[in-house]
């Protein structure tokens, strides 16, 4: 691009005149300015509101896994992404979790941590213990900003205090507990915490920073477990492979990091099609999982007296159903109309059984056949399609180069031009 970036009223701007802009900058094709302009299932007027300088959308494919059963319902579970398999995988392990009666969720409650920063303190333990005894003053003025949370249930429950040191010297951080309900609550808990801002400074004596929710939500989180029967997954064989490979992320945290991957590959899935928040989901569970000072799965996994194989699975969920995506973008309604959850709480305990699922899937994969296998056989089609093939010659460019093992984009190309298409 020659031009300058510098434009002055873009923000003012309708949808459609900013693409024509930015075509004309970046020099796009009109195919692929009509790409751009289509926003699928999304209104261009709803677009422009849920972010600024839109000029139009991107899509992804949403599948439906299938066979979940979690705390005893059934369940179907739209998923948003761009990766292969990873619907199919989590279908095929949800499957065999039911031989045991499926997944089995609990949680902690749709409790988030509001966090007020207090710097500049001469005596920052002694303000500590000054604030606290105005707790509940605090949580009144709190509680004020949100009636209708506190009239549901919902609002400030508690608050807590901490002197943290840090390279600027100590601070005091005051925390609002807040039950947040059915929204995943950082708009009610940020807001309630600028509101206590000037109690906090007049009987701390200092002066206040930051104002923010925190996104290691290590107060609401949600378990899963479930049993997967050793003739339904591939015998005692497969048991020990699932076992060890855990044992490996656990004792390494390179290992660790795509073992944990596998789980969020299912848990963001979910997000997406439901419109959450998957820069809050992916924070916390990756916080959460730092918390002892060192990187650890977010799973574990064990063999029981029968010789079955026994998964559990605890992070942070903070997701909700009232604002946000969720509310507005149609395609984000209409998931979890399929999904059939009623409750944010819900909702985040579907989420964590797909997390389960899917990364018992990997980690069955690995152990047992690798996990290219089935994933390369996938990805092939993508690759043919990328290359130029369609209808039918997707499937025939794709498995010609599963049967030489050559899943590359120029071997694409070229079996295109053997078979005539190109």
Not at 31 to 50: C, D, I, Y
Request: hydrophobic share 45%; charged share 25%; proline share 3%.
């Amino acid at each position: 691009m020659d031009e300058s970036s510098e434009i002055h009223g873009f923000y003012k701007m309708s949808v459609d005149e900013r693409l024509r802009l930015i075509k004309r900058m970046a020099g796009l094709t009109d195919e692929e300015e009509q790409t751009l302009s289509n926003t699928g299932g999304l209104p261009k007027e709803v677009a422009n509101r849920m972010i600024e300088n839109v000029i139009g959308g991107i899509t992804i494919p949403m599948g439906v896994a299938v066979n979940f059963k979690v705390n005893g319902k059934d369940y179907l579970v739209p998923m948003a992404l761009e990766e292969p398999s990873v619907v199919a995988a989590a279908s095929n392990a949800a499957g065999m979790a039911r031989v045991k009666g499926g997944f089995t969720v609990s949680n902690t409650g749709p409790v988030m941590i509001g966090q007020i920063q207090v710097v500049g303190l001469e005596d920052p333990h002694g303000a500590k213990m000054r604030l606290l005894t105005h707790r509940d003053e605090i949580l009144k003025k709190a509680n004020e900003q949100d009636p209708m949370l506190v009239s549901l249930g919902g609002g400030a429950k508690d608050l807590s205090a901490k002197v943290v040191s840090s390279i600027r010297g100590p601070m005091l951080i005051a925390e609002l507990i807040v039950n947040t309900g059915d929204a995943m609550g950082a708009n009610a808990v940020n807001t309630m915490a600028e509101a206590v801002t000037p109690m906090v400074e007049e009987w701390t004596g200092g002066r206040v920073l930051l104002r923010i929710i925190s996104n290691l939500a290590d107060k609401r989180l949600v378990r899963a477990s479930a049993v997967f029967e050793k003739e339904a997954i591939g015998g005692a064989e497969a048991v020990e492979g699932v076992v060890n490979a855990y044992a490996f992320a656990d004792a390494d945290p390179y290992r660790c990091a795509t073992h944990n991957k596998g789980i969020m590959n299912g848990v963001i899935a979910v997000a997406i099609a439901c419109g959450q928040d998957v820069r809050a989901l992916e924070a916390g569970a990756h916080s959460y999982a730092s918390r002892g000072g060192r990187y650890k799965p977010l799973t574990t996994w064990e063999k029981n007296a029968d010789g079955d194989l026994v998964g559990t699975l605890e992070m942070p969920m903070a997701v909700g159903l009232v604002g946000g995506a969720a509310r507005t973008h149609p395609a984000a309604k209409a998931a979890v109309k399929i999904l059939g959850v009623k409750t944010a709480t819900e909702l985040a305990e579907v989420m964590a059984a797909v997390g389960l699922a899917q990364n018992f899937a990997a980690l069955r994969a690995l152990a047992t056949e690798g996990i290219q296998r089935g994933h390369m056989r996938l990805h092939a089609r993508n690759v043919a399609a990328g290359a130029g093939a369609t209808g039918d010659m997707v499937d025939l460019v794709a498995n010609r180069m599963i049967e030489e093992k050559k899943i590359r984009a120029d071997r694409a190309k070229e079996i295109l031009v053997e078979l005539g298409q190109k």
